[in-house]
């Protein structure tokens, strides 16, 4: 069974940085993605990075050139670093591995919280 865990949440002040790690245990398969959405309150759940299983990160527009989406295939665990935060980026971001082969699944963590202060 596939399970992931967020950490690296809390709170910043506006113009500084975070890291997230999602550690991921169970099969990926060959062929997935992996996904750092957020949820800012009152707010619908939204994209926020994506890094594909050959490597290629894909951006939502307002976090490109502040964010980085990245992994360490060795340690099972996936990276947002968030850089120059903005009161904005305050939510609770989740990781999700959405599997595309052998068999297709979408899986999520319980979510961490990231305040940004004004």
């Known amino acids: 069974q596939v399970q992931l865990v967020e950490s690296g949440g809390g709170l910043v002040q506006a113009g500084g940085s975070l890291r997230l790690s999602c550690v991921v245990s169970?099969?990926?398969?060959?062929?997935?993605?992996q996904e750092w959405h957020r949820q800012a309150p009152g707010q619908r759940r939204e994209l926020v990075a994506s890094?594909?299983?050959?490597?290629?990160?894909d951006y939502e527009d307002s976090v490109k050139g502040r964010f980085t989406i990245s992994r360490d295939d060795a340690k099972n665990t996936v990276y947002l670093q968030m850089n120059a935060l903005k009161p904005d980026d305050t939510g609770i971001y989740y990781c999700?591995?959405?599997?595309?082969?052998?068999?297709?699944?979408?899986?999520w963590g319980k979510g961490i919280l990231v305040t940004v202060s004004s």
């Open positions: 999700k591995l959405h599997k595309i082969w052998p068999g297709r699944g979408d899986y």
């Open positions: 169970g099969s990926t398969g060959s062929k997935y993605r």
């Open positions: 890094i594909t299983s050959g490597g290629s990160p």
